[in-house]
């Protein structure tokens, strides 16, 4: 009998509503899938974790992970009492580099009866995964603040020579590898190939203005690519790709970016699905341990309400039992939802529907005992 360890994180906000019904759904689905063998262990940790602690994880967090065989998290981050640069580096950003989980999985797939905002387009002809590297780039988190006079400012306010005269200056420092460019490059041709659609990877430049980190990005992909005769390859720069994912969304296959643009392509791509709470995420560390969140926030906005979408949740655990090699049980869960979607009685209101978290949650669970299998 199959047997997965899952460390859950439910995290703050809305992370802990739709990662309920996630953990609904994943019980039902055991009822009719003998053998699925998933065990669930909770961990309380996010931003009531750092109020009553001072930190947003143990300190042997990762240790105790390093134990699970996959990671379940609904996200974190309260701006209004934990300060944003700790939240979400303290558990989201620590957990994806120290699982060194490189490949960020974003599948955009319209479902039918989704919200779609395109009006001259058709959704069904959408079918594309965005690849968004992990672990490198602007998100090192490196870099500094520099004052006049203290030690670093001159150097940098040269490059500029009225920043000699400014106040205080910073620096984000963007890092990048070759191995690093090259694992997700290979991620995404691979991934061309087991999708056997369009046969296409798109790389997501910006050699024009950022001439030392993404010409590395672009000569790796040239290399990586040439070891794929069978996948056609292409790059744009970042701002005309973005462009495109409106214009022309049915040209993609994979696309595969660095930790920023992909950030903010795969946030504009999941409005091609109906929005945020819709859409699915994983991020992934093949061979290793991997994580699972939907890429939505903790949504103050609404949280408490009970009227957060938890199908990004429920489509993230799909991702995750694929993940596992359940592949059977990740496609009863996907149709379950797509049915449940396609027929709109059940609905939050943030795709068009007065119903709960919660009646979503038992609306998949009940089709998926119900489903032929
Ligand atoms: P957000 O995704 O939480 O919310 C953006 C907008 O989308 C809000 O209007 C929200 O109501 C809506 N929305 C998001 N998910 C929804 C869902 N499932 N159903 C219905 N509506 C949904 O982004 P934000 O407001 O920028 O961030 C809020 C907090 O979440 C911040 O602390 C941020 O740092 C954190 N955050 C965490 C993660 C993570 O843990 N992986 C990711 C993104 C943001
Ligand atoms: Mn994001």
């Known amino acids: 009998m199959a047997h997965h360890r899952v460390a859950v994180i439910p995290g703050d906000g809305i992370g802990?509503?739709?990662?309920?019904?996630?953990?609904?759904?994943?019980?039902?689905?055991?009822?009719?899938?003998?053998g699925l063998g998933l065990e669930f262990t909770e961990f309380p940790w996010g931003c009531g974790y750092y109020l009553e602690h001072g930190e947003m994880m143990p300190k042997?967090?990762?240790e105790?992970?390093?134990?699970?065989?996959?990671?379940?998290?609904?996200?974190?981050?309260?701006?209004?009492?934990?300060?944003?640069?700790?939240?979400?580096?303290?558990?989201?950003l620590a957990i994806r580099t120290g699982f060194d989980q490189y490949a960020n999985v974003r599948p955009v797939k319209p479902l039918v009866g989704a919200p779609f905002p395109l009006r001259d387009k058709d959704p069904q002809a959408i079918d594309f995964v965005v690849i968004r590297e992990g672990t490198e780039g602007l998100y090192v988190g490196q870099g500094g603040r520099y004052m006049p006079?203290?030690?670093?400012?001159?150097r940098w306010a040269s490059f500029r020579p009225a920043f000699l005269k400014s106040d205080e200056l910073a620096v984000q420092i963007g890092l990048y590898s070759e191995h690093g460019c090259r694992r997700v490059m290979e991620y995404a041709f691979d991934l061309a190939r087991r999708r056997n659609g369009k046969r296409l990877v798109t790389s997501c430049t910006k050699v024009n203005a950022l001439n030392y980190g993404m010409k590395l990005w672009s000569d790796i992909f040239e290399e990586v690519a040439e070891a794929y005769p069978d996948i056609r390859h292409e790059w744009m720069n970042a701002d005309a790709l973005a462009m495109r994912f409106v214009t022309q969304p049915e040209h993609f296959d994979v696309v595969v970016a660095d930790n920023l643009f992909?950030?903010?392509?795969?946030?504009?791509?999941?409005?091609?699905?109906?929005?945020?709470?819709?859409?699915?995420?994983?991020?992934?560390?093949?061979?290793?341990?991997?994580?699972?969140?939907?890429?939505?926030?903790?949504?103050?906005?609404?949280a408490g309400r009970g009227i957060a979408n938890?199908?990004?949740?429920?489509?993230?655990?799909?991702?995750?039992?694929?993940?596992?090699?359940e592949t059977p049980p990740a496609r009863l869960l996907e149709h379950a939802v797509a049915d449940v979607v396609r027929e709109g009685a059940i609905r939050t209101p943030d795709i068009g529907g007065a119903s709960t978290t919660q009646e979503v949650g038992d609306a998949v669970?009940?089709?998926v005992v119900a489903i032929e299998p």
């Open 64 to 92: 105790t992970l390093g134990q699970f065989d996959t990671i379940y998290l609904g996200g974190v981050g309260w701006p209004a009492k934990v300060p944003e640069e700790i939240a979400v580096r303290g558990v989201v």
């Open 149 to 154: 006079g203290q030690a670093g400012f001159e």
């Open 365 to 367: 669970a009940n089709r």
């Open 262 to 302: 992909g950030d903010l392509l795969t946030d504009l791509s999941a409005t091609l699905l109906g929005g945020l709470g819709m859409a699915a995420g994983g991020n992934i560390r093949p061979g290793g341990i991997s994580m699972f969140e939907p890429p939505h926030g903790t949504a103050p906005d609404i």
């Open 60 to 62: 042997d967090g990762l």
């Open 16 to 34: 802990t509503e739709v990662i309920a019904e996630g953990l609904k759904v994943l019980r039902a689905l055991e009822e009719v899938v003998p």
């Open 310 to 325: 938890p199908i990004a949740a429920l489509l993230t655990a799909a991702m995750m039992l694929e993940e596992l090699g």
